[in-house]
């Protein structure tokens, strides 16, 4: 099936620092999400991309739709200690009704 | 406090219990699922619900039964677990399939 690949898998970075992750597919996607979940939370929508190209911020989070369709990133800029978490890129595929499938996630630690 | 609100957040139960999980959304959402979250795992998409009428099993095992009285309301029926069922079991809705989800915080589930 559609496979989501995220990279890198965990990250430690000291508060402060800017922070990229990405997500690739084999596939084409018409919609990117990404979502983060905090400890013991369940994840929570952050941005979402609709369109090749599209870039989109939300405060200190940046993302972007990649021109081939088949890939995105997602930035955080300046970060503090509440980023902790896991970041999940999610994509709609097609198995019959429309379903979001997801990355395994990038889980991030920020050192005070 | 989101739009989604699961009972209970931790369940400790024995491999002959029997209990069940309960998935409320106020957000007016016609599509609800059941995920399950285990370590080092992706997101499990489990059961598929669009208008009350399931429209995914995803080769779960029968020891878990869902249940949708209504397009509000989501249960979980547990049975005869095993202890590798233990997993962070989450509900999302959505207002149609594959469009973004809004996530519950979860069940913590452990079964001994």
């Known amino acids: 099936g559609q496979q989501l690949n995220q990279s890198p898998q965990s990250m430690f970075i000291q508060e402060g620092e800017d922070v990229s992750m990405n997500c690739t597919s084999s596939s084409i996607f018409n919609t990117w999400l990404w979502y983060k979940q905090d400890p013991g939370e369940g994840p929570v929508l952050l941005i979402a991309?609709?369109?090749?190209?599209e870039l989109t911020s939300n405060g200190r989070l940046t993302a972007q739709f990649g021109i081939t369709r088949k890939d995105s990133f997602l930035n955080i800029s300046a970060s503090i200690p509440s980023d902790v978490g896991i970041y999940f890129c999610a994509g709609p595929i097609w198995a019959g009704s429309y379903q979001l499938t997801f990355g395994k996630g990038t889980k991030l630690s920020v050192i005070p | 406090e989101t739009g989604v609100t699961q009972t209970p957040r931790h369940l400790v139960m024995g491999m002959t219990n029997k209990k069940s999980l309960k998935c409320e959304q106020h957000l007016g959402h016609n599509a609800m699922y059941w995920y399950k979250q285990s370590a080092k795992k992706p997101l499990e998409l489990m059961f598929v619900?669009?208008?009350?009428?399931?429209?995914e099993n995803n080769s779960v095992p029968s020891r878990f039964s869902p249940e949708c009285p209504n397009s509000s309301h989501l249960f979980l029926h547990l049975h005869t677990l095993q202890p590798e069922d233990s997993a962070l079991y989450l509900c999302?809705?959505?207002?149609?399939?594959?469009?973004?989800?809004?996530f519950g915080s979860g069940t913590r589930l452990t079964v001994v």
């Open positions: 999302a809705s959505s207002q149609d399939p594959g469009v973004g989800y809004t």
């Open positions: 991309l609709y369109k090749a190209g």
């Open positions: 619900y669009n208008f009350k009428e399931q429209t």
